[in-house]
């Protein structure tokens, strides 16, 4: 306790003693602390750690832990579900990631436009991402219904046939990518934020040496916006590769889990069938760390490629 009543002065490097009022405000701010640190210590670090030791052992709920060192993930990399579900999450990380950039930030560019009516637009746009998950994903499996969804028959009226969007495994990864498109709002919203801020001088400047939109829009906007579209790239990344309510649906929707033919058999996906299915905790826990590997080891890419592409303005 008499260490806790005393820092060293950095000046003097002599003991002061705090006063009682310090005291009291360090004890209350350790009371405002201790729920989070708590929930932290017991949901967050505690799983964790016992993820980690389940990774090196045997553990099938029903059976004490046997400690088997790297077999999980030895036998992970001759798993061929194992790449199939990291090449189906590889699949939505390049092509549905940068797609919903792209088409974010083209929508956020309309939505800045001074036009009548402006925050509505905004609104309609935002609305889709905030219908729960479940339920947007339920609109979709109707919208996508090859015999009655509303995509083929408007497909039809200009005379092509509609996919099988839910039984065809080379449709059911695209028919995912157009319900992430349809769910971007949150990302169009910080696109439109990174678009107030920049500078209206430079654009007025642009204008009077006679530059296009387009030469405007390559030139200033995007650089300008380039730090929101590194963390949107990010978030994006890093949900991807976490992907999974949306697939558990759809999935079990065309027949089980993975259907059709495991095309929708994601890595978060085939992480919850071994672990809560097949009750295998070690293989599912070995599977979760070394998700988090590539999860860091994309995040450090990203950040160490992006220096040379972002610009910060301070």
Same mark, same amino acid.
């Given at each position: 306790?008499?260490?806790? #009543?005393?820092?060293?002065?950095?000046?003097?490097?002599?003991?002061?003693?705090?006063?009682?009022?310090?005291?009291?405000?360090? %004890?209350?701010?350790?009371?405002?602390?201790?729920?989070?640190?708590?929930?932290?210590?017991?949901?967050?670090?505690?799983?964790?750690?016992?993820? !980690?030791?389940?990774?090196?052992?045997?553990?099938?709920?029903?059976?004490?832990?046997?400690?088997?060192? !790297?077999?999980?993930?030895?036998?992970?990399?001759? #798993?061929?579900?194992?790449?199939?579900?990291?090449?189906?999450?590889?699949?939505?990380?390049?092509?549905?990631?940068?797609?919903?950039? !792209?088409?974010?930030?083209?929508?956020?560019?309309?939505?800045?436009?001074?036009?009548?009516?402006?925050?509505?637009?905004?609104?309609?746009?935002?609305?889709?991402?905030?219908?729960?998950?479940?339920?947007?994903?339920?609109? %979709?499996?109707?919208?996508?219904?090859?015999?009655?969804?509303?995509?083929?028959?408007?497909?039809?009226?200009?005379?092509?046939?509609?996919?099988? %969007?839910?039984? #065809?495994?080379?449709?059911?990864?695209?028919?995912?990518?157009?319900?992430?498109?349809?769910?971007?709002?949150?990302?169009?919203?910080?696109?439109?934020? @990174?678009?107030?801020?920049?500078? !209206?001088?430079?654009?007025?400047?642009?204008?009077? #040496?006679?530059?296009?939109?387009?030469?405007?829009?390559?030139?200033?906007?995007?650089?300008?916006?380039?730090?929101?579209?590194?963390?949107?790239?990010?978030?994006?990344?890093?949900?991807?590769?976490?992907?999974?309510?949306?697939?558990?649906?759809?999935?079990?929707?065309?027949?089980?889990? @993975?259907?059709?033919?495991?095309?929708?058999?994601?890595?978060?996906?085939?992480?919850?069938?071994?672990?809560?299915?097949?009750?295998?905790?070690?293989?599912?826990?070995?599977?979760?760390?070394?998700?988090?590997?590539?999860?860091?080891?994309?995040?450090?890419?990203?950040?160490?490629?992006?220096?040379?592409?972002?610009?910060?303005?301070?």
């Amino acid at each position: 306790m008499q260490k806790m #009543d005393s820092v060293v002065s950095q000046s003097h490097g002599k003991p002061v003693r705090w006063s009682k009022k310090t005291r009291h405000n360090f %004890w209350l701010g350790m009371a405002f602390l201790a729920p989070w640190s708590i929930g932290f210590l017991l949901f967050t670090m505690y799983p964790m750690g016992a993820s !980690l030791i389940y990774s090196f052992s045997e553990y099938h709920l029903r059976a004490p832990l046997k400690w088997i060192g !790297l077999t999980n993930y030895i036998n992970l990399f001759q #798993d061929k579900l194992f790449y199939t579900a990291l090449g189906n999450t590889a699949y939505m990380v390049v092509i549905g990631v940068p797609l919903t950039l !792209l088409l974010s930030f083209f929508c956020a560019i309309l939505l800045n436009l001074k036009v009548p009516g402006q925050s509505i637009y905004r609104v309609i746009y935002y609305l889709p991402s905030i219908v729960p998950t479940i339920a947007s994903t339920m609109l %979709w499996l109707w919208i996508l219904n090859p015999s009655s969804g509303l995509m083929n028959t408007l497909l039809g009226l200009f005379g092509i046939q509609g996919p099988n %969007w839910l039984k #065809d495994p080379l449709w059911a990864k695209p028919s995912l990518i157009l319900l992430a498109l349809w769910g971007m709002g949150g990302t169009i919203i910080i696109y439109l934020s @990174g678009l107030q801020d920049v500078p !209206l001088s430079l654009i007025e400047a642009a204008q009077l #040496d006679g530059a296009s939109w387009w030469q405007r829009l390559i030139h200033i906007t995007i650089p300008m916006v380039s730090p929101i579209t590194l963390f949107n790239l990010i978030t994006g990344v890093i949900g991807m590769f976490q992907y999974f309510a949306q697939a558990y649906v759809f999935g079990n929707t065309a027949g089980s889990i @993975g259907s059709p033919l495991n095309s929708t058999l994601f890595y978060s996906v085939y992480l919850y069938q071994t672990g809560f299915l097949f009750l295998k905790m070690g293989y599912a826990s070995a599977m979760a760390w070394i998700l988090f590997f590539i999860i860091l080891g994309c995040t450090i890419l990203l950040f160490r490629v992006s220096n040379r592409y972002t610009y910060y303005s301070g």
